[in-house]
């Protein structure tokens, strides 16, 4: 499989504790990208565990040889536009989230998460790992 793919935190955090099936898509995938909202929630994840200095080590390393998306004008619309259209459906999802799907319907990358929330979205090309 190839392809251009954002990762959602639970496929970073999976990536961390060597699932084996994401390892493997990982290695098959044309491009991955990692949103920065993702890098915020696993920063913030390492300061409440409890080994802070280990894990910001190894998120500050992933981050060095990460392609990162970060935040901008065009995500910033996007954001505005999913997030209205979320309450028109009536169907509230994670802030965050919204974000790192603006991110995705941005860049035009097939988003790779375990959360169903997602589905909600129109036109977000999803994938499970």
């Known amino acids: 499989m190839s392809g251009r793919y954002l990762l959602d935190t639970n ?3 999976a990536l961390f504790a060597n699932d084996a099936a994401v390892h493997q898509q990982m290695a ?5 990208l990692i949103p920065s909202v993702v890098l915020g929630e696993l920063y913030y994840g390492a300061r409440k565990s409890g080994q802070v200095e280990r894990n910001i ?8 040889r990460s392609s990162i998306v970060n935040c901008d ?3 910033a619309r996007r954001y505005g536009q999913v ?3 979320l309450r028109q459906k009536g169907h509230p999802i994670p802030e965050n989230d919204i974000w790192i ?3 995705a319907l941005d860049q035009k990358l097939t988003l790779v998460t375990r959360d169903d929330h997602f589905h909600y979205i129109d036109d ?3 994938l499970a790992w």
């Open 11 to 13: 496929i970073v955090i």
């Open 28 to 32: 098959d995938a044309a491009e991955v």
């Open 57 to 64: 080590d190894r998120l500050d390393e992933f981050a060095a």
């Open 73 to 75: 004008v065009a995500v």
């Open 83 to 85: 997030k209205d259209r």
């Open 101 to 103: 799907a603006a991110a």
């Open 124 to 126: 977000l090309t999803l």
